[in-house]
């Protein structure tokens, strides 16, 4: 039987974190902790066990976070590379601190809990996903976050972000926090169209779900635009995806 799992969503400027039972029911209020940069592996493990520690015995945590996950392992991460946050340069301390980094061992050995670390879009996917044909989910916030579903199950991590788009030198750049604040969300939503008509001839999705912090700016005369297969979910689902990623990719436990 499954308990309780501790899911946390590590974002550029704090970690959401909540509760889960086993059929995805919030066990606790979302709680979110502000980061400080610099921010090296080893002041995430301490965050981690301080939220821990003020939580309720859990069984297990899910942890959501930026860049390159594979199987547990930082292979990139775009924010805590810097010293001082999203935007700034990398440090070559940091990047060679966080690059092949095993977050799912440190934390599975610091806390004792079997544990899951992913990316944060995929925690986001699994949490709205259907479980039928190729679903995609896309998220917007600092930058854009990615992930595809095929029949329910995870596909592989691609960083879509990087990606180049005319212009400007990554998808990231074209539609991340950066552009909607120095366009403002009228012009910045009519990029998430162009975005979605980027992407539809490369994943060629059966439905595509569009959620992250920034979905909520989205103007409406954009939301009146969006092709049926394009649904905007809500940010709360990337919490909720913390109990259904154990099942839909290859973790046990």
């Known amino acids: 039987m499954e308990g309780l799992t501790l899911v946390a969503d590590c974002g550029g400027g704090g970690i959401k974190s909540v509760i889960l039972d086993a059929e995805g029911t919030f066990h606790s209020k979302p709680e979110r902790s502000p980061l400080a ?75 004792g809990l079997p544990t899951l670390v992913l990316n944060d879009a995929e925690l986001h996917g699994c949490g709205v996903v259907a479980g039928t044909g190729i679903e995609l989910m896309l998220t917007l916030g600092t930058g854009l976050g990615s992930a595809l579903f095929d029949g329910g199950r995870l596909a592989p991590h691609l960083e879509m972000s990087h990606a180049p788009a005319r212009r ?57 635009k969006l092709p049926d297969a394009v649904v905007v979910v809500p940010n709360a689902a990337g919490l909720g995806g913390g109990v259904r990623a154990w099942h839909l990719t290859n973790a046990s436990g």
């Open 37 to 111: 940069y610099p921010f090296p592996p080893a002041s995430l493990v301490t965050m981690i066990k301080e939220i821990i520690s003020r939580a309720p015995a859990v069984d297990r945590l899910t942890l959501g976070m930026p860049g390159m996950i594979r199987h547990g392992v930082v292979v990139h991460t775009p924010h805590y590379v810097t010293r001082t946050g999203p935007g700034a340069k990398p440090d070559l301390a940091l990047l060679t601190a966080w690059s092949g980094f095993d977050l799912r061992v440190e934390l599975q050995t610091a806390l």
């Open 168 to 224: 400007w030198t990554t998808l990231d750049e074209f539609i991340g926090e950066h552009e909607r604040l120095a366009l403002g969300d009228p012009l910045w939503s009519r990029r998430v169209l162009k975005l979605l008509d980027l992407l539809q001839p490369v994943y060629w999705w059966d439905r595509c779900y569009v959620g992250g912090g920034n979905s909520r700016m989205i103007s409406a005369s954009v939301l009146a």
